[in-house]
């Protein structure tokens, strides 16, 4: 969701910011541009649709001279994909040039405001009043107008901004939208996340809320919204640029699949010390595990699906109650949080404003919160009481996967860890399931190597019209998991059903043919779904089963088996899933989509 990065250096700006901005096009958008100072004046160039057009209408940036410049990948809010909507957005003398990721709740009024003192307005955007507002409040000095220009507009906003009259400074402030300064060897940058800057530079400072940054070629300078001064630390990134290549694979999605392995091991191996489950960074005294009574888990997405899979296994390994919510939801529901409450937060990214909200809500009603996060440094980990990082480095494809994978790890961790001090299971028992848990990695890796004929049996459905997915307990929420990824990349009609729901009323949709996964792991309720799998049969369904290994009966019931390896009933989701992630990519490339980037979706929701 709109990627910004500015740069000032000895370089020429613009092929850097183009640069910069691929390296942000995960985040989703629909038109792009940059503003550079050209030695005289600001040159603006913005373009709809995907990053190459703005690159080709720039000769990838070299035509455009100058060595300090912003940009912007815009996903549209306020106003339609359109050049003259594109960031950046500028004061009609064009002496200052903003862009801005998050949305600025009161520009009506202000809007209106600054029409009545005769400002005209080109865009339809939120974003243009901050240009004006800068140019209304322009004092001379720009740390005291941008402070000026933050006391007056609400909402969300990381802004890149460049004066014409200050050519040599880059201008950066946030509020609850991510933006990071990088800094260089000859040159610094800003940008919404790190993978831009990674090529230039591993050294990068984090913005916290309402600061502000001056970026010279030397120098980076922080603020805060008074205008003083204030001294912050910069941190060394530690992962590999390649992790955000493409290394060879088709597609990030694919990549990521690739890697969940290594995720799971990385999210796993920390918290495991001497055959004992240690999470230090959860911050509770046994006494306090004892003392929860209720878990309410929050989140968005994919993160949302890994909260109702630890909802099973929390609830039936740790006999604590646990409540699931959309962060969306959840927020403006008026949550029931009373004393011994734990607010858990789940979120890749840490940065999803609605996942923020939640957390910050929880906090006002004084209940302890827990992020589950992936992102180091990001609003969620920085603002929850506790954060359990999960260690799956930058995920890029829209459609997440290793990130997903990692969640679930640590949540069955927690899980493990909560039933263990709650005397709700045995040693032998823990130590079974951290044999098994220990073993996840290679079945995935295992399962990721059968993906040819998951490919073989995708692409028998890349006409499909819709595709439902069904299953009960856990295996529900697996398939929630699998529809989501099929729908987002494939764009192909999708549902999920807890599979004793059929009968009232999903099962009237089923014709002949119609594709339904239904997934069979849990061995209690091993027999219920094959009865629904005979009803879907019955109405002309065609059925893929994925089921545990030794479940051959099955193949009686379903037209086409996956199997997945043994594992504790708690664990199978991070088998299951892996099949239903591989059908929803090679059905989504059968059919020649934007498996990375799917229309109208973005990575990091950063705007309610
Ligand atoms: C977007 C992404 C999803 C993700 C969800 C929550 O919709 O496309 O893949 O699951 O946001 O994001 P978070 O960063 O909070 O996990």
């Given at each position: 969701m709109c990627g910004i990065v500015g740069y000032i250096g000895k370089s020429q700006a613009a092929p850097i910011l183009l640069d910069g901005l691929a390296k942000l096009e995960y985040r989703g958008y629909d038109s792009a541009g940059i503003a550079v100072f050209d030695g005289e004046d600001i040159q603006v160039k913005k373009a709809t649709g995907r990053l190459k057009v703005l690159s080709e209408l720039t000769h990838d940036g070299t035509t455009m001279p100058g060595t300090i410049g912003i940009g912007h990948t815009r996903w549209a809010t306020?106003?339609?994909?359109s050049d003259v909507n594109a960031h950046p957005h500028y004061n009609k003398e064009r002496t200052i040039a903003v862009v801005h990721n998050g949305i600025i709740e009161n520009y009506v009024k202000l809007r209106t405001r600054l029409q009545e003192k005769g400002y005209t307005f080109v865009s339809e955007t939120d974003t243009e009043v901050l240009a004006h507002l800068l140019d209304y409040y322009y004092t001379g000095d720009p740390i005291e107008t941008i402070t000026k220009v933050m006391h007056r507009v609400e909402g969300s906003y990381a802004l890149g901004i460049i004066f014409k009259e200050h050519p040599g400074t880059v201008y950066a402030v946030r509020k609850d939208s991510p933006l990071i300064v990088g800094k260089g060897k000859d040159g610094n940058f800003i940008a919404s996340d790190v993978p831009a800057v990674l090529k230039y530079t591993r050294e990068v400072f984090f913005i916290q809320n309402e600061e502000i940054a001056a970026l010279t070629e030397e120098t980076i300078t922080f603020f805060n919204i008074d205008g003083e001064e204030i001294q912050k630390e910069s941190s060394m990134i530690e992962w590999d640029i390649n992790a955000a290549e493409k290394g060879g694979y088709e597609h990030f999605m694919l990549k990521e699949m690739y890697e969940q392995p290594k995720t799971v091991r990385d999210t796993i191996a920390p918290r495991i010390k001497d055959g004992k489950i240690v999470i230090e960074e959860l911050g509770m005294s046994d006494e306090e595990i004892r003392a929860i009574k209720r878990i309410h888990i929050v989140a968005c997405g994919s993160a949302y699906h890994t909260g109702v899979t630890a909802k099973y296994v929390m609830e039936d390994m740790a006999r604590i109650p646990v409540e699931v919510d959309v962060a969306s939801e959840f927020r403006y529901r008026n949550p029931i949080l009373e004393e011994g409450a734990l607010v858990i937060i789940i979120s890749q990214s840490g940065e999803t404003a609605d996942s923020l909200a939640a957390l910050r809500e929880a906090k006002e009603r004084g209940v302890k919160t827990l992020g589950i996060v992936n992102v180091v440094g990001s609003s969620i980990a920085r603002e929850a009481d506790s954060v359990m990082y999960t260690w799956a480095g930058p995920e890029i494809a829209v459609a997440t996967t290793k990130a997903y994978s990692a969640q679930l790890v640590a949540e069955y961790l927690l899980a493990m860890k909560f039933a263990q001090v709650r005397g709700m299971v045995t040693e032998e028992e823990i130590e079974g399931m951290l044999r098994d848990l220990q073993r996840l990695p290679e079945q995935i890796e295992m399962l990721l190597n059968n993906k040819e004929k998951i490919q073989r049996f995708a692409n028998r459905y890349i006409a499909a019209k819709d595709v439902f997915f069904v299953g009960r307990g856990i295996d529900y929420a697996i398939s929630m998991e699998g529809s989501l990824k099929l729908k987002e990349i494939s764009y192909i009609h999708s549902e999920a059903y807890a599979a004793g729901e059929l009968k009232h009323g999903t099962i009237s949709l089923i014709e002949d043919g119609t594709l339904v996964a239904a997934v069979v792991t849990q061995e209690d309720l091993y027999k219920k779904t094959i009865s629904n799998i005979v009803e879907l049969k019955s109405r002309g369904a065609f059925v893929l089963a994925v089921t545990n290994t030794g479940h051959t009966e099955i193949e009686k019931s379903a037209d086409y088996v996956i199997y997945i390896p043994q594992t504790n009933k708690y664990f199978t989701n991070s088998l299951a899933i892996i099949p239903l992630q591989l059908f929803g990519y090679y059905v989504a490339v059968g059919k020649g989509c934007d498996v990375d980037k799917p229309r109208n979706l973005a990575k990091s929701v950063t705007v309610e």
């Amino acid at each position: 969701m709109c990627g910004i990065v500015g740069y000032i250096g000895k370089s020429q700006a613009a092929p850097i910011l183009l640069d910069g901005l691929a390296k942000l096009e995960y985040r989703g958008y629909d038109s792009a541009g940059i503003a550079v100072f050209d030695g005289e004046d600001i040159q603006v160039k913005k373009a709809t649709g995907r990053l190459k057009v703005l690159s080709e209408l720039t000769h990838d940036g070299t035509t455009m001279p100058g060595t300090i410049g912003i940009g912007h990948t815009r996903w549209a809010t306020h106003g339609a994909p359109s050049d003259v909507n594109a960031h950046p957005h500028y004061n009609k003398e064009r002496t200052i040039a903003v862009v801005h990721n998050g949305i600025i709740e009161n520009y009506v009024k202000l809007r209106t405001r600054l029409q009545e003192k005769g400002y005209t307005f080109v865009s339809e955007t939120d974003t243009e009043v901050l240009a004006h507002l800068l140019d209304y409040y322009y004092t001379g000095d720009p740390i005291e107008t941008i402070t000026k220009v933050m006391h007056r507009v609400e909402g969300s906003y990381a802004l890149g901004i460049i004066f014409k009259e200050h050519p040599g400074t880059v201008y950066a402030v946030r509020k609850d939208s991510p933006l990071i300064v990088g800094k260089g060897k000859d040159g610094n940058f800003i940008a919404s996340d790190v993978p831009a800057v990674l090529k230039y530079t591993r050294e990068v400072f984090f913005i916290q809320n309402e600061e502000i940054a001056a970026l010279t070629e030397e120098t980076i300078t922080f603020f805060n919204i008074d205008g003083e001064e204030i001294q912050k630390e910069s941190s060394m990134i530690e992962w590999d640029i390649n992790a955000a290549e493409k290394g060879g694979y088709e597609h990030f999605m694919l990549k990521e699949m690739y890697e969940q392995p290594k995720t799971v091991r990385d999210t796993i191996a920390p918290r495991i010390k001497d055959g004992k489950i240690v999470i230090e960074e959860l911050g509770m005294s046994d006494e306090e595990i004892r003392a929860i009574k209720r878990i309410h888990i929050v989140a968005c997405g994919s993160a949302y699906h890994t909260g109702v899979t630890a909802k099973y296994v929390m609830e039936d390994m740790a006999r604590i109650p646990v409540e699931v919510d959309v962060a969306s939801e959840f927020r403006y529901r008026n949550p029931i949080l009373e004393e011994g409450a734990l607010v858990i937060i789940i979120s890749q990214s840490g940065e999803t404003a609605d996942s923020l909200a939640a957390l910050r809500e929880a906090k006002e009603r004084g209940v302890k919160t827990l992020g589950i996060v992936n992102v180091v440094g990001s609003s969620i980990a920085r603002e929850a009481d506790s954060v359990m990082y999960t260690w799956a480095g930058p995920e890029i494809a829209v459609a997440t996967t290793k990130a997903y994978s990692a969640q679930l790890v640590a949540e069955y961790l927690l899980a493990m860890k909560f039933a263990q001090v709650r005397g709700m299971v045995t040693e032998e028992e823990i130590e079974g399931m951290l044999r098994d848990l220990q073993r996840l990695p290679e079945q995935i890796e295992m399962l990721l190597n059968n993906k040819e004929k998951i490919q073989r049996f995708a692409n028998r459905y890349i006409a499909a019209k819709d595709v439902f997915f069904v299953g009960r307990g856990i295996d529900y929420a697996i398939s929630m998991e699998g529809s989501l990824k099929l729908k987002e990349i494939s764009y192909i009609h999708s549902e999920a059903y807890a599979a004793g729901e059929l009968k009232h009323g999903t099962i009237s949709l089923i014709e002949d043919g119609t594709l339904v996964a239904a997934v069979v792991t849990q061995e209690d309720l091993y027999k219920k779904t094959i009865s629904n799998i005979v009803e879907l049969k019955s109405r002309g369904a065609f059925v893929l089963a994925v089921t545990n290994t030794g479940h051959t009966e099955i193949e009686k019931s379903a037209d086409y088996v996956i199997y997945i390896p043994q594992t504790n009933k708690y664990f199978t989701n991070s088998l299951a899933i892996i099949p239903l992630q591989l059908f929803g990519y090679y059905v989504a490339v059968g059919k020649g989509c934007d498996v990375d980037k799917p229309r109208n979706l973005a990575k990091s929701v950063t705007v309610e």
